[in-house]
């Protein structure tokens, strides 16, 4: 089981970027899958999930109208585009996924099993 997350890069203010996240050894289309992030001194936090099935979405409000969330599953893949960057959103991004959880605890990083290595994110203002 293995998440590869990409896309991240150096940005200006006011910039976008487009994050990826291959899965493989898994059944995509079976898990809820959750991008987290964990800036410098930090604790890691949630920045949004999709759930499977529905594909209902869930974000942190600090992201809630610059960031959207989505996923294909016949490629496996889930997205996370980011505009309108900030240098808070400066981060190693991590994606996550979980095949059982109830929905209170999408938001939750302790209810995710499967973790990418991590993608670095700098915005620079």
């Known amino acids: 089981v293995q998440l590869q997350a990409s896309g991240g890069g150096l940005v200006q203010a006011g910039g976008s970027l487009r994050l990826s996240c291959a899965a493989s050894g898994l059944t995509f289309s079976n898990f809820d899958m959750g991008w987290f992030r964990q800036g410098p001194g930090k604790e890691r936090e949630f920045v949004s999930a999709?759930?499977?099935?529905?594909?209902?979405?869930f974000y942190a409000d600090s992201v809630k109208g610059r960031f959207t969330i989505s996923r294909d599953n016949a490629k496996s893949t889930l997205y996370l585009q980011m505009n309108s960057l900030k240098p808070e959103d400066t981060a190693v991004y991590y994606c996550a996924g979980r095949q059982t959880g109830i929905l209170s605890t999408i938001r939750n990083v302790a209810h995710y099993n499967v973790w990418g290595q991590g993608t670095q994110v700098t915005v620079s203002s």
């Open positions: 999709i759930r499977k099935y529905a594909g209902t979405t």
